[in-house]
């Protein structure tokens, strides 16, 4: 870096104007840094305080040198969007907004990251992050005899991309779906037709995407008459709650952990059989931090017999730790004393539990498939499974 | 009818084998067109060269002379486009390799001919030359017409013309080189090998991918052997980069690499869809995996059920003896 700066205000501009308007309210107290995951890891640095103000000095990204580019561009892809620091921001802040907009410039110029540049155009092209066919889009629902929405259902089930494909997440939809019929909810899928909620790929700045997905997934919802969705993962939840209302506002969405609560105080679900098992709940950050709800999972659970919940001392509910998965860390790698859900599961094992309950399908996979290149074995449950067991079913 | 010139292509001292499969298809061409076939030979000490291409063609042209002995876009420009000039085949075939590639365009663009690149197939009907080159990273093949001219220039992707044992009995021609040095701008200076271990597995045609059902590292060098008995390279899933067993470039999937060989061979590995994204667009799966529920199988085209340490011994005699038996 050199020591002279030059002030560039049509960088500091277009940032603005591409939705970074909370860098003038920063005035780098640097709570964010203190609260941010990624300075939990002893290898990492994250001086995260610094972007504003590097940005009102359109003093970001603007080297014209390869190698600090590099960097500067892994620093503002790092983010997970776990929303820490405008948690913590005494100006409410949020750094993941102020990035997500230096991204969707870099994105604009095809200048991020190749890993998340395949998922991009994976989910562009085919409607779902993986690359698999719309067709198959159903396929974890067969034999579970569920109707194709209609109008005259009350709730549409969304269960995001990973469940409805990946063969480990498709038993939470799966486990989802036998408890709604069990309570004898009325609801339905659509499958085929829709398209990624596309949460993951706004975050990364693909803004462009991000409204394909938008325009594809209200007009749908308008011409089959959706009110109420209910979700399995809360980046889908958030997106429905916060942000696709911009562009349509006739439906609402729930998370299905608010769903089963509610079913369980009108006594449709009655936990029966019991888990004598210590079971810990992560709370996600997009389904606590971000849409605080933190209570109603925790519900679930504590109303199974024979469960005993634990908690994550200090570190649970608004200081959850991320798993790392969001804003597409899913696809993305770090070394391994680079990886959040390492850190996370430190602390999980800790608490000595012999399940780890989670309420979102990037927690699922990032923490399972961590665990075993940890050389661990501890079982990661959604909540929709150990209920599902709960109820008298394997 | 004029003749098919194809450009020989040799690497310290060895004729790489793109050029025996540029002279098999060019002698097919010249057979159909009722032409000869001339192969081009830029080289210094070239007799042994000329020793193995002799049955390959009609005419060799060689221009013998220091300044060939190793391969210079420029130096080869300014003397192709001599004898070009002087002796107007209709068509120039070239390998379409990295030497093609730094060679061709710019040639074509001096003679102002008719070129097109990466071609699979070729055909010349009525004077004119009509091929098939893929589009769309190789999702789509199309077929160009080259505007009428009485010359073309092409470059041919290599495997699209298996090599075909030489009948013929060449006449040589001797050319002197038309230029006395390489030019100021541009001279040759050293090869770099290649770091050992430094594999592309992208460009790999058989990749045997080892997941964390290889149990020790110990177990690598079996898999191995098995690997370069059938002609491909180990690849992995993320937990055996993270245990150090093999380097990160050797990593599939969403946070590694994505690869599409020909044949892809997954050794205990479960599937999951982080590895799967990277290697699903492989036109052939197969998957061995104690696991007869392992995701991977959705994606095989070809599952064992069963201890990969039992499997693979077996695979790899068979697949040698079925090699043997083909010669
Ligand atoms: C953010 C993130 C990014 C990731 N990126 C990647 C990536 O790019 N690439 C990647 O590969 N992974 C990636 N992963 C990890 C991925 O999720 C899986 O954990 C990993 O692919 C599993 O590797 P595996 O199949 O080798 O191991 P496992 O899932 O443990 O599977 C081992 C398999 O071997 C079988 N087996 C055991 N013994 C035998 C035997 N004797 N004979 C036959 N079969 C046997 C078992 O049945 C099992 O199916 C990523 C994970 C995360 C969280």
């Known amino acids: ?167 480990r997440a498709k038993n939470v939809a799966q486990s989802t779906a036998k408890i709604l019929k069990k309570a004898g909810v009325s609801f339905g899928i659509i ?39 209910i979700t399995t ?152 499974e150990i209920l599902y067991e709960s109820l008298g079913n394997k | 009818m004029a003749d098919i010139f194809a450009l020989v292509e040799h690497r310290q001292g060895v004729i790489r084998d793109i050029t025996y499969e540029l002279l098999t298809c060019g002698k097919k061409i010249a057979e159909k067109q009722n032409t000869q076939l001339t192969a081009v030979l830029f080289g210094h000490k070239t007799e042994p060269l000329l020793e193995k291409l002799k049955s390959y063609a009609h005419h060799i042209v060689v221009v013998d002379n220091e300044l060939y002995k190793e391969f210079n876009a420029e130096t080869y420009q300014i003397t192709l486009a001599d004898i070009l000039k002087k002796k107007s085949p209709m068509l120039t075939i070239i390998g379409h390799t990295a030497f093609g590639w730094d060679l061709c365009p710019a040639l074509a663009s001096q003679m102002n001919t008719p070129f097109t690149t990466d071609c699979l197939d070729i055909e010349i009907t009525d004077n004119k030359l009509k091929v098939i080159r893929q589009m769309f990273d190789g999702k789509l093949n199309a077929r160009v017409i080259l505007k009428e001219n009485p010359s073309y220039m092409i470059t041919v992707r290599s495997g699209s013309f298996p090599a075909e044992q030489g009948n013929l009995s060449a006449e040589i021609e001797k050319i002197d080189a038309p230029i006395g040095a390489e030019p100021d701008y541009r001279k040759f200076i050293e090869y770099i090998e290649a770091a050992i271990g430094e594999v592309d597995i992208t460009k790999a045609d058989v990749l045997v991918g080892i997941g964390r059902g290889i149990k020790e590292q110990t177990n690598i060098p ?34 590694g690499k994505t690869v599409k060989p020909k044949l892809y061979i997954a050794l205990g590995i479960s599937g999951a869809f982080q590895h799967i994204v990277g290697m699903k667009a492989s036109d052939i799966i197969i998957a061995v995996n104690k696991d007869p529920n392992a995701p991977i199988f959705n994606e095989a085209d070809y599952g064992i059920v069963d201890d990969l340490f039992k499997v693979v011994p077996a695979l790899k005699e068979k697949i040698l003896e079925v090699k043997q038996a083909k010669g």
């Not at chain 1, 921001?89 to 997500?100: A, I, M």
């Not at chain 2, 079996?222 to 370069?228: P, R, T």
């Open chain 1, 233 to 384: 993962s809360p980046h889908c939840f958030l997106t429905f709650k916060k942000e696709y209302p911009e562009y349509y506002d006739k439906f609402d969405a729930l998370h299905v952990t608010q769903l089963f609560a509610q079913l369980m105080k009108a006594k449709k679900i009655i936990p029966q059989k019991e888990v004598n098992k210590t079971v810990v709940y992560h709370d996600p950050c997009t389904l606590g931090r971000q849409m605080e709800v933190y209570e109603e999972p925790r519900e679930v659970l504590k109303s199974i017999p024979g469960l005993k919940l634990v908690e994550v001392p200090m570190f649970n509910r608004e200081f959850s730790v991320c798993c790392g998965g969001g804003a597409m860390g899913l696809w993305r790698d770090w070394p391994e004393d680079e990886r959040l859900a390492n850190f996370r599961l430190h602390q999980i094992l800790k608490t000595g539990a012999d399940v780890v309950a989670v309420a979102c399908p990037y927690c699922l996979q990032m923490f399972e498939e961590t665990i075993k290149s940890m050389g661990l074995e501890l079982p990661v449950m959604d909540i929709s």
């Open chain 1, 191 to 229: 499958g085929k037709e829709e398209f990624c909620c596309a949460e993951a790929v706004r975050r990364v700045g693909a803004e462009k995407v991000f409204q394909t997905a938008v325009r594809n997934n209200t007009e749908l919802f308008k011409k089959k008459g959706v009110k109420k969705v």
């Open chain 1, 1 to 167: 870096m050199s020591n002279v700066i030059t002030i560039n205000p049509d960088i500091r501009e277009t940032i603005i104007e591409a939705g970074g308007d909370d860098v003038i309210k920063c005035y780098q107290c640097g709570k964010c840094m203190a609260s941010c995951p990624w300075n939990l890891l002893k290898k990492i640095n994250y001086t995260t305080y610094r972007f504003c103000q590097r940005i009102k000095l359109g003093a970001i990204i603007e080297s014209e040198d390869k190698e600090e580019i590099a960097t500067d561009t892994i620093d503002v892809f790092r983010c997970v969007g776990c929303d820490s620091c405008r948690y913590e921001c005494p100006r409410g802040v949020s750094l993941s907004d102020v990035l997500r907009a230096v991204r969707r410039i870099l994105v604009d110029f095809g200048s991020y990251p190749a890993e998340l540049k395949s998922v991009v155009t994976r989910l562009y092209n085919s409607g779902n992050p993986l690359g698999e066919p719309a067709e198959k889009r159903t396929d974890w629902a067969t034999g579970l005899d569920i109707p194709q929405f209609n109008e005259s259902l009350d709730y549409l089930y969304f269960p995001c991309c990973v469940p409805a494909y990946d063969t």
């Open chain 2, 222 to 255: 079996v898999i191995e052997d098995f690997a370069k008995a059938i002609g491909g390279v180990l690849s992995c899933s993320r937990p055996i980069v993270d245990a150090g067993w093999l380097p990160k470039d050797r990593q599939v999937g969403s946070s």
